[in-house]
């Protein structure tokens, strides 16, 4: 993102807050749930898979653009099996927004005309070869490895994204130092244990708390050592501190949220439904519907939610941007504007 981008986000995020007037700047936007892979804590490929047409699709990009979103990101499921991402992916930026996907990387080598075509990708790995395919399958790891390498040639602006298990806590350093060699960013995400999303097995996956508190220690001590890693420590800190990881979130029911979710990013299903984010699918939370009852009465209904607090370190990041924390804000700023190298050195993965 070209420092111009970041300002005139910015100032648009600054005066929707301070006229009080919400705009859906962030949309996570699911395609399909449909997947080429099976990993062992997401419930993906079990759901319905719901189509929307591509007319329908254009319509609401243009409705959203014409409410003000800034970035629309392409999920799955797997986004690249959707045949028509590519028509989509053009429309987001002719309408002036830019476009995002989030991929497991299986066919990233083979779709990079695509890849090249949008702003960011999101590439999901979990560690070294055997904690990789422990979780997302056999035969998987080089794949996203292929996938990584083929972005890091083409100058992708890319980042790496990372689900700590009970099988996978011993990758942080391995991931920071992947991310480092390639000069890019790494999130890390404690898996959720919501059964709609996540399966009903998802939670045997969750770690101890206190080995979840040691990882995310870590993760902020590398943070502050200037490692790569693309939340603020204040996010990770929110995970950090929450005290019941059985808990997803908490709600107050008849309470309006002073979370940011739902009135400045939101969550859409493949068959239309708007969430305020994706903690609320399967809940008790009753959307309403993009295609059937138009964006703008679907997004305005998602705003209207009674969550108070998660331990999602995303979404608490996401939440600090729009609540204008300077820590967030200030970590936004330098991970989205990171230098970048012209042209990648020789291609090497840390040992």
Known sequence: MTRGQKLRIGGRILLAKVTRKPRPFFVQYSLLNACNADCAYCNCPQREDPRADVAAHLEVLREFARLGAARIKFLGGEPLLCPHLERLADEVRALGMRSAVVTNGFLVPQRMALIRRLDEVVISIDGRKDAHERQRGANTWQKVMDAIDACARANVDFFLSAVVTRQSLDEIDWLIELARRHGVMVNFQIPQVNPEMYGAGARQWVPDPADIRKTVNRIIEAKQGGAPVLFSTRSYRRTFEWSDFARERIERPGDLSPCTAGRYFLQMEPNGDIYPCVLHIGGSFV??????????????????????????????????????HPAILRNFWDNYLRPRPASRPPLSRPS
């Open 287 to 324: 959307p309403k519907n993009a295609f059937r009852d138009g964006v703008e009465a679907a997004w305005r209904h998602a705003s209207a939610h009674s969550c108070f607090a998660c331990y999602n370190t995303w979404l608490n990041e996401n939440r600090g941007i729009f609540d204008l």
